[in-house]
């Protein structure tokens, strides 16, 4: 692991040794403060630090940062995301200088979903790199000092990297190799997407541990609580890159009427147990998507609390 030092909390609980457990804000369709301040008290001591999205899907939110300020404020340690489809690289590096300016400590790379998915579909993507050119980019301004052109900077930005992964896209004996990219363009932790399918999960893990990537860089699993059974039929067939298995949502629909919400937290809690003990996994990144109310009674269930408290 890098001996590089942020004064993130996340990066604090990460290499003192514990579990980790982060949540996630979905900033509104507007400019509402409140609806922010709002999920925030349902994060506060129960994560270890909140991702807040840039324009989820592509759909026009609030930005990532504005709204990362707002959580900083309610005293939580947020990580700033951002996707690669909406900026070049001047105004990329732009905004990791005032996010790390401000005191934002934790950043997540990404790709970015299509625009054609989102409400403006007619939007043009930029791409000018991609999410693993990203990673490279924000270590060379951490570690170098220096901008993509070579330029130095005179303050460098605080940045704890963290990336993405999806152990169930195809070609699924690629993903691994990927994973492998990421790690070695510079990222300092890694949250994976949401897992259902535990069993290949497990499988994909082993291939990270027999190559020593959960050495180099911490590992969160994600996890998203089925809220029923159209969200889980809708994530199987809908969803590129997701593995629900029939058994789940069998599960689901057995429940009974009106069950299968907290039959999804009942999955979602046993999945957490299993998560703690499996190897290579430093830690659980929890997208509850617009259930942040309930993310308290998860991380109780779960045995999750209390959050440590790392100086």
């Known amino acids: 692991m890098t001996e590089y030092k942020s004064g993130s909390n996340l990066e604090k609980v990460l290499k003192a040794g514990y579990f980790a457990f ?4 979905g900033p509104p369709r507007g400019a509402n403060v409140e609806v922010v301040r709002k999920k925030a008290q349902h994060l506060k001591g129960c994560v270890d630090a909140v991702n807040v999205t840039d324009n989820q899907t592509a759909v026009v939110r609030m930005s990532s940062w504005a709204a990362c300020l707002i ?10 995301q951002m996707v690669c489809r909406d900026r070049n690289r001047l105004a990329m590096q732009s905004d990791i200088l005032g996010i790390s300016a401000h005191g934002i400590k934790n950043m997540l790379c990404l790709s970015g979903d299509h625009q054609r998915f989102g409400d403006h579909p007619e939007a043009k993507n930029v791409y000018d790199i991609d999410s693993i050119q990203l990673i490279s980019m924000v270590k060379k301004m951490r570690d170098e000092g220096a901008f993509l052109n070579g330029e130095k900077i005179d303050v460098p930005p605080k940045i ?35 897992i259902y399918n535990m069993k290949r ?5 082993k291939r990270v541990v ?20 159209g969200m889980a039929r809708y994530m199987a067939t809908q969803v590129p890159g997701m593995d629900v298995p029939e058994e789940l949502i069998k599960r689901l629909r057995g429940a009974g009427k009106g069950k299968a919400a907290e039959e999804g937290i009942k999955i979602a809690v046993e999945q957490i147990q299993e998560l703690k003990e499996m190897e290579g996994v430093a830690g659980v990144h929890l ?20 959050r440590p408290k790392v100086e």
């Open 22 to 25: 982060t949540g996630e804000c």
């Open 71 to 80: 959580l900083k404020e309610e005293g939580l340690d947020p990580n700033f």
């Open 160 to 194: 704890f990297i963290g990336a993405a992964c999806n152990p169930f896209a195809e070609p699924l004996e690629f993903r691994v190799y990927r994973l492998k990219k990421k790690i070695d363009a510079g990222a300092d932790f890694i949250q994976t997407q949401c």
């Open 201 to 205: 999960f497990r499988e994909f893990m």
């Open 210 to 229: 027999d190559m020593g990537l959960h050495e180099r860089c911490y590992i969160l699993a994600g996890i998203t609580p089925l809220k029923s059974v």
């Open 287 to 306: 997208m509850a998507i617009e259930w942040e109310h309930r993310v308290p009674e998860i991380a109780k269930l779960a045995g999750m609390l209390p």
